[in-house]
Nanobody, 115 residues
């Protein structure tokens, strides 16, 4: 069974940092691109960052220069380092496997940034 488990969310003040992690099981993790999405109340789910199986990354314009994603294939884990957080970053953050590897979603972790 495919399972993605996110952790690391919480409440931080504007300007602070958080590091999210997502550990996967049941898939060929090292072969799959992995993505981070977020969804704020009343808004559509938004792609935040992606990382290919070879380590190439891509980011939404809204987070470029502040967020970075990385992966540790030995641990089947992908990370999202979030720096200089802003209130508009408040959302539930989800990790997702590549579409060619099922497009599975984790349950999400809440990130709340106070003013």
């Amino acid at each position: 069974q495919v399972q993605l488990v996110e952790s690391g969310g919480g409440l931080v003040q504007a300007g602070g940092s958080l590091k999210l992690s997502c550990t996967a099981s049941g898939i060929a993790f090292s072969s799959s691109a992995m993505s981070w999405y977020r969804q704020a109340p009343g808004k559509q789910r938004e792609m935040v960052a992606t990382i290919s199986n070879s380590g190439s990354t891509n980011y939404a314009d809204s987070v470029k220069g502040r967020f970075s994603t990385s992966r540790d294939n030995a641990k089947n884990t992908v990370y999202l380092q979030m720096n200089n957080l802003k209130p508009e970053d408040t959302a539930v953050y989800y990790c997702k496997t590549g579409w060619k590897y099922g497009g599975y979603w984790g349950q999400g972790t809440q990130v709340t940034v106070s003013s």
